[in-house]
C-alpha cells in the first residue's frame, strides 16, 4: 500500500496537526510509501510531489513538531475541478495516482476542497476504477462545515481573536475618552468566528460591546443608534464585524468603491469594519479606528491543544479509514453531556462538499441567548495551550526539507 | 516618605514591569504610602488617585504578576503641560503632592511624558519647591529615545513584528502565485521596529524582501522597479513599511483623502501600506494585500524576557534615584563587549525630552548593512519569554482592583 496526502485551500494554526495523524497512522499500517502532494491537486496534475522519510519522521519527533507549525507545510491551492468528468485533468490524476501506485488519497481541507473528493469519487465510479480509496480531512478556520461538530482550526483561530481582542480591550481602556474601535473578523459568510469574541464577556464587564455577523438582519441606522447608546455609557466601546456582513439595506456594499482623489480611478475593496469606522466617524463625530487581523488570524502562534488533537486524530482516522473505504470525510460528533464529550465517525463527502453552516437562527432571538450559546459551544475547544520552541527569541519551526527524502 | 507613580504616552507589552520595578523599590525601601494616579498627570489633576496595597502586592506576588500584563494598569494620557509655567495647572499639582505628602513623583512614559517631568522640574526651580522629587522612568515601542541603548517595550513590540511576520511568510507561500502582501508598522518617524523584521532573514532565505523606512529617500518609481525585480523572482514576496515611511516625492502623501464615490465626502486617514498595495496593484496589476498590526503589536501577548526584565529593573532604580535626586531618568547603556551586557545609568531630563532618534544614516549605506547592523543590536534584546497564564483558554492578567486599598 502507498498513500498520499495534500493540504488544501485556506491555512489554519492546526492544519499539520492533520497531516501529523495522517503520516503516523500511515507508518502505524505499514504503508510502503508515503508521499505528499505539494499545492494539493495541483502537485497531482503537475507530478510535484516528494515522499516522506519515515525514518526521519519518528527520529525527529515530527509528529509533535508538526502540531505546532501554522499554515499548511505542504503548500496549497484553491484548484477547482471541473464539473465536466470527461475532462482530461481526471486522466492525468490517476495517471499519476497509477505511476506511483497510490491506494490511498487523503485531502485536507474545506467544503471546497471536499468538492474534490467527491469529483474523483464519481470519476472512479463512473470509470469503474478500483484499487484506490480517496477520503477527506475537514479543515477550516470558518466553522462552516456541515454535519460535523465543529471544524478542526476554528477553535485556534478563536482563541487568537478572543485572546487578542482582549488585549486591544486593555489598550483602549486606558484613555478616558470616546471611541470606537471595529475589529474585522473572517469566517466568510459564517459569524462563528467572530461570536467567539464574546465568551471574554463577562457578567460584570464586557468587552465587546457590539457585534455584527453575517447572520444578522440590520440597517445602518439601527447600527448607528446602538453604537450611539454604547458609546454614552461607555466611552469606548468595540464592536465585532464579521467579515461577511452586511447591513440589511446593503448601503454598504456601494461603498466599495472608494476613488483617490488625485489620480488613478481604481476600485479598491476596503473592509466592512473600515467603512463602518467612516460612516460612524462621520455621522456621530467621534474617534474611531478599524483593525484587520487579516491572515495572522489564520496562522497565529495561539494553538488550541484541544483543537490540535483533535484535528490530528481526524488525519489519523482519515488514513485509516481509507484502507477499506472511499468518499467519506471523519468527523466528530459531541455527545450530550454535561462535559464535553466528543465521539468520531464519518460521513459521504456530499454532505460537506459545497455546503455552508451559519449560526442557527434561533440563537439571535436575543444578545443574552446567543452569547449564551455562543460560549457553551466554543468554551471547550480552546482548552489548552500548545507551547512553542524559541530559538533566541524566534520561533522554530520544522521544514518540510527534514523530513522528505532527498 | 509617600510615593506616587502614573504611566503615560502610548501603552507597551513591559509598561507594568516598570511599575512593578517603582513599587517593589517603595517597598523595600519603607515608603509608608505607595499611590498610584490614574491616567496619568490627568489623575494628579483630577486628584484620581488609589493607594498600593503592600500587604496585597506582596501576598499574591503581584510583583511578578505585572511583568505578564500587557498594556498601562494605571490607565495613560496624551496630557502636556503648558509651557506657561505660571498656568493654574502647576498649582493644582504640587497643592495634590502636598495633600497627599508625596515626597517621590515617578513618571513612566516617553519623550513627550519626559516633558512633563522637566516642566515640573522647572517649576519646582523657579518657584523653590523642594521635599519632593520628580524621575522619569522610559519606556516606548518606538525605540525613539536618545541617550538610551534601546527603550523598554521596544524589544517585545519587536519580537511580535518578527515573530508574525515568520508565520505570515508561512503564509502568503503556501500559494504558488505571484502577490505582494504590504505590512504596515509602528514607529511613528523611527524605523526602528520595522527594520527589526530583517531578524528573520537569513543568508539562504530571505522573509522580508524589501522594507521602507522614514529614514529612507527612495522614489515611488524606485520602489515600484524593486517590487518588480524581486516578484520576477520569487512570486510572492513581503514588504515590510514603517508608518512614517513616505515617498522622497511625497507622492503618497496626496493620496491620503479617499472620496466614498456614493455619498458622505470626507477624507480618510488611510495608512502608507494600503497606498502602496493600492499603487502597486494598479501599476504592476499583481495581487496585492496591505495588513497593518496596528495596536496589537504593542500590547500582545509575545513578551521579552530581557526587555521584562530590564523594564523592571529600571522601575526599581527610578524609585530608588527618587529618593535623593531630581529631574533624572535611569537609563541602559551597552557595555562594548561581545556578550550582551548592560549597565544602569542615569541622565537629565532634557536630554530625553521632546527629542527623538532614528536609526543612524550610515546604517544604510547598504541592504546588508542595515541587516547586520539591526542584527547585532536587536538581537539580543528579544532573548527569553514571559509565559502566560490561561483560565481555560482564555489570558488570565492581574486586575488594579486586586492590589489597591478599598
Redesign the interface.
Known amino acids: 500500500m502507498n498513500c498520499i496526502v495534500g ?1 488544501s485551500g485556506g ?1 489554519t494554526s492546526v492544519i499539520n496537526s492533520s497531516l501529523s495523524g495522517v503520516i503516523t497512522a500511515a507508518i502505524k499500517n505499514n504503508f510502503n510509501s508515503v508521499y505528499a502532494t505539494l ?1 494539493g491537486i ?1 502537485g497531482v496534475i503537475s507530478d510535484n510531489i516528494v515522499e516522506i522519510d519515515k525514518e526521519k519522521f519518528l527520529e525527529l519527533d515530527v509528529k509533535n513538531q508538526l502540531k505546532k507549525r ?3 507545510i505542504l ?4 484548484f477547482k475541478l471541473p464539473s465536466d468528468l470527461k475532462d482530461e485533468v481526471y486522466e492525468t490524476i490517476f495517471k499519476r495516482f497509477r505511476e506511483y501506485k497510490i491506494t490511498s488519497f487523503i485531502y485536507i481541507g474545506g467544503n471546497d476542497s471536499m468538492d474534490t473528493v467527491m469529483k474523483l469519487n464519481q470519476y472512479m465510479e463512473q470509470n469503474n476504477i478500483d484499487g484506490i480509496n480517496i477520503v477527506g480531512v475537514p479543515k477550516t478556520i470558518d466553522n462552516d462545515l456541515c454535519e460535523i461538530d465543529h471544524s478542526p482550526g476554528f477553535a485556534s483561530a478563536a ?1 487568537y481573536v ?3 481582542l ?3 480591550k ?7 475618552l470616546k471611541s470606537v474601535t471595529f475589529v474585522e473578523i473572517m469566517g466568510r459568510n459564517a459569524g462563528w468566528l467572530a461570536a467567539s469574541s464574546l ?2 464577556n463577562s457578567d460584570e464587564k464586557e468587552a465587546v460591546d457590539l457585534i455584527y455577523l453575517g447572520e444578522m438582519n440590520i440597517t445602518k441606522e439601527q447600527i448607528l443608534s446602538e453604537i450611539k447608546r454604547e458609546v454614552d455609557i461607555k466611552g469606548s466601546i468595540i464592536v465585532v464585524v464579521s467579515e461577511g456582513f452586511m447591513d440589511s439595506e446593503k448601503y454598504f456594499e ?2 466599495t ?8 480611478n ?1 476600485p ?1 475593496l476596503s473592509g466592512i469594519a473600515q467603512k463602518l469606522s ?2 460612524t ?2 455621522r456621530l463625530g467621534i474617534k474611531t ?1 478599524a ?6 488570524q ?5 494553538i ?1 491543544k484541544t483543537d490540535s488533537e483533535e484535528a490530528f486524530e481526524l488525519g489519523y482516522r482519515g488514513l485509516e479509514l481509507s484502507i477499506s473505504n472511499t468518499n467519506i470525510i471523519p468527523i466528530l460528533k459531541r455527545k450530550n453531556t454535561d462535559e464535553y464529550n466528543i465521539e468520531y465517525t464519518h460521513i459521504p463527502s456530499f454532505e460537506i462538499a459545497n455546503k455552508e453552516r451559519k449560526i442557527p437562527e434561533d440563537w439571535f432571538e436575543s444578545y443574552k441567548k446567543l452569547q449564551n450559546n455562543i460560549k457553551k459551544y466554543v ?1 471547550p475547544l ?4 500548545v507551547d512553542h520552541t ?1 530559538d ?4 522554530r ?1 520544522i521544514d518540510l526539507k527534514d523530513f522528505i527524502k532527498k
Chains 1, 2 share one sequence.
Open positions: 493540504q491555512p499545492n495541483e501554522p499554515s499548511s503548500g496549497s491551492c484553491r482563541k478572543l485572546n487578542t482582549k488585549t486591544i486593555m489598550d483602549i481602556d486606558i484613555y478616558d465568551l471574554i456601494n461603498q468603491k472608494v476613488v483617490f482623489d488625485s489620480g488613478f481604481h479598491v467612516d460612516y466617524k462621520d479606528r483593525i484587520e487581523f487579516s491572515i495572522v489564520r496562522t497565529s502562534n495561539i488550541s468554551s480552546i482548552v489548552g495551550e524559541y533566541n527569541g524566534i520561533l519551526f
